[in-house]
């Protein structure tokens, strides 16, 4: 902003009103480039005095708003799904920065966000993996641009997606028994192994009268 006459004595005030109680010390010039190292809004003005005895004039309110940087903080960043399955989808929360945000996905090798490679089409503010066939660890991130004055560049954490192999069962305890009616039978029992990450086990039996495992009827409880 440039303000035209001297003497003046430039002002600020946290109100949008004249306040002349808050002169900035060594603001006397026709110019005055305001600080952005702290957030909030601030209102100046200047006040214009001439020799000669003419009243003091005064410029309008000018509002000067600094916005904090911003931060691009990922929703749900560690996952863990079994091979062929498809992550949830990545999202940010933005906060901070003025200005409209364009963005880049990036995939990456190592836990960091830095030093990864740009996802061709992944422009938008939230990314799906699609079907993740091997098994292994995989890391993401995603640079947030603002097109708004002095905005730095906003990087998300890590989304780190863990693959892993189906569970199996192990042990199948379920022997062929033949019993006497209204015998006690021993349990039949199935040991499963895998990766407790992608959730907890639930199990329903059946019944069938025919040696398969498919078609039976479900045993309720």
Known sequence: ??????????????????????????ATNSTYTPPTNTVGEVFYFVVISFD???SDIQSTI??????????????????TICLDGQADTFEITLTGGVGNPTYQ???????????????????NSTYDTGVLS?????YYYLEVSLDGTGCDL???DVFTVNVVADPVIDTQAIASQEVCQNTTLEALEV?????????????????????TNSGGTLLRG
Request: charged share 5%.
């Open 191 to 211: 040991i499963v192994s895998g990766d407790t990450n992608t959730g907890a086990f639930s199990y329903q039996w059946f019944s069938n009268t025919t040696n």
């Open 105 to 123: 996905w990036f995939s990456n090798t190592t836990n960091t966000n830095s030093g990864g490679t740009a996802i061709a089409g992944a422009t």
């Open 1 to 26: 902003m440039a303000w035209e006459h001297q003497p003046t004595n430039g002002m600020r005030s946290t109100t949008n009103t004249y306040d002349l109680t808050n002169p900035i010390a060594g």
């Open 134 to 138: 091997s098994i292994g660890t995989f």
């Open 154 to 156: 906003a990087t998300s």
């Open 52 to 54: 000669g005895g003419c």
């Open 62 to 79: 000018a509002l000067v708003n600094t916005v904090a940087e911003p931060i691009a903080t990922a929703v749900d960043p560690e996952q």
